[in-house]
């Protein structure tokens, strides 16, 4: 299963991006049972998360709260990351991520770039 993610772009900083991610394939039951989330990778360094969905219980990473939101909507089976108040150091490929029962999935990766 590949998951579709879109949304990325050049923004300014102190703008708003929304990503999204669809996950075909994967039935609305085991979408709704599993937890899915986005991780971000910048230039040479390391896939980190940035947030995580898990049933109504969302997490984050301490450089994004308060600024971005992750949101899923259960009768589209799309994964949401609504970012706010962008930095420079946010500019990474975001990828979003499935982890079900069948199996974990991730998307091909959507390029975040934010000018200062």
């Given at each position: 299963v590949?998951?579709?993610?879109s949304g990325?772009?050049l923004?300014q900083a102190?703008?708003?991006?929304?990503?999204s991610c669809s996950?075909?394939g994967v039935?609305?039951?085991v979408?709704n049972?599993g937890?899915?989330?986005w991780?971000?990778q910048g230039?040479g360094?390391?896939r980190?998360?940035?947030?995580?969905?898990?049933g109504?219980?969302?997490?984050y990473?301490?450089?994004v709260?308060g600024?971005?939101?992750?949101?899923?909507d259960?009768s589209r089976?799309?994964l949401y990351?609504?970012?706010?108040?962008?930095?420079?150091?946010?500019?990474a490929?975001?990828?979003?991520?499935?982890?079900?029962?069948?199996?974990?999935y991730?998307?091909q990766?959507?390029q975040v770039?934010?000018?200062?």
């Amino acid at each position: 299963v590949q998951l579709q993610a879109s949304g990325g772009g050049l923004v300014q900083a102190g703008g708003s991006l929304t990503l999204s991610c669809s996950f075909p394939g994967v039935i609305t039951s085991v979408f709704n049972s599993g937890d899915a989330a986005w991780y971000r990778q910048g230039p040479g360094e390391q896939r980190d998360l940035v947030a995580r969905i898990s049933g109504r219980a969302t997490d984050y990473a301490e450089s994004v709260k308060g600024r971005f939101t992750i949101s899923r909507d259960s009768s589209r089976k799309r994964l949401y990351l609504r970012m706010n108040s962008l930095k420079p150091e946010d500019t990474a490929v975001y990828f979003c991520n499935g982890n079900f029962a069948s199996g974990t999935y991730w998307g091909q990766g959507t390029q975040v770039t934010v000018s200062s």
